[in-house]
């Protein structure tokens, strides 16, 4: 993983939170919250929170006494997700790493992590702080993205950014978001975290935006590939345009639709 993979600072939360998390985030947050409230927990800890597209989710169903606790590596990515929930004082948002939570022993009924996973450098030893916070029944609920060539934007992105930069070219959405999706290696990661009730699911659902150029700004421009763009000394407005172009040639010129998958996992 390249160390600007886990960067989501500058202007990546407010342009994720307006462009990715309504693009291709928001069906799954819907889903894991679900999921989560069919357990009527009475505290939930959510790691890689980002700008709180579950954390909203859920908060809008869970009984106001519940616990909710929303941490994230990246605390300008939770200043833009209380930004969205000044209204909901009794939500607790804390910088953490999900390798090392600043927790104790058994506190929280529920464990939820949406699309993080794939950034942790160390998955086992994440896992294992999230089985270490859980009470003992309780659940790990997370998602993790298929193979790229199952989520229609993000590889036509990564396919046309290759050709605009031939020598390098930016891997961030091939390597990191998408490169996790073996469901072997993730029980794997769990069972050496000792958690042994595990399911794997896959769960495809349609990304949808006004425009390719609305798409094409959001992963190049809302996404740590900025910063892989402007590593390559490249122009973020040029790519932005012909990753635009690339898109509206594949799935039109008005509002566009395109596949999206990912894996959800339950383990206990
Ligand atoms: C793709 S975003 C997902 C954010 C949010 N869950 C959502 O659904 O929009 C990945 C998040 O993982 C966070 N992250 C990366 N490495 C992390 C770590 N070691 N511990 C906790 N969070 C991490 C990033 O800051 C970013 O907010």
């Known amino acids: ?97 999900a390798q090392a939570l600043p927790f104790d022993d058994a506190q929280f009924d529920a464990v939820l992590c949406q699309f993080g996973a794939m950034f942790f450098p160390d998955r086992a030893k994440a896992y294992r702080e999230a089985k270490r916070v859980l009470k003992p029944g309780g659940h790990y609920l997370f998602n993790v993205w298929g193979r790229i060539e199952d989520n229609e934007f993000a590889d036509e992105v990564t396919r046309t950014l290759a050709l605009l930069f031939p020598s390098d070219p930016p891997r961030f959405l091939a390597r990191t978001p998408h490169g996790y999706h073996d469901p072997d290696k993730i029980r794997a990661d769990l069972r050496a975290a000792a958690f042994e009730d595990i399911s794997i699911m896959p769960l495809e659902a349609v990304s949808t935006a006004p425009s390719p150029g609305e798409a094409a700004m959001a992963y190049c421009q809302g996404t740590p590939l900025r910063s892989e763009i402007e590593a390559r000394g490249g122009s973020l407005e040029e790519a932005t345009r012909t990753a635009a172009e690339a898109l509206a040639r594949r799935f039109g010129r008005g509002a566009i639709s395109g596949r999206i998958q990912a894996l959800v996992v339950a383990a206990g």
């Open 1 to 97: 993983m390249s160390i600007t993979d886990k960067s989501f600072i500058g202007s990546i939360p407010e342009l994720y939170d307006r462009l990715m998390v309504p693009l291709i985030f928001e069906p799954y947050a819907r889903d894991l919250a679900a999921r989560a409230l069919a357990l009527a927990p009475r505290s939930v800890l959510e790691v890689a929170a980002g700008t709180g597209a579950v954390t909203r989710a859920l908060a809008a169903r869970l009984p106001a006494d519940t616990k909710l606790v929303a941490t994230d590596l990246n605390q300008p990515m939770l200043d833009q997700a209380r930004k969205q929930m000044a209204d909901a004082p009794h939500i607790i948002f804390r910088q953490a790493d």
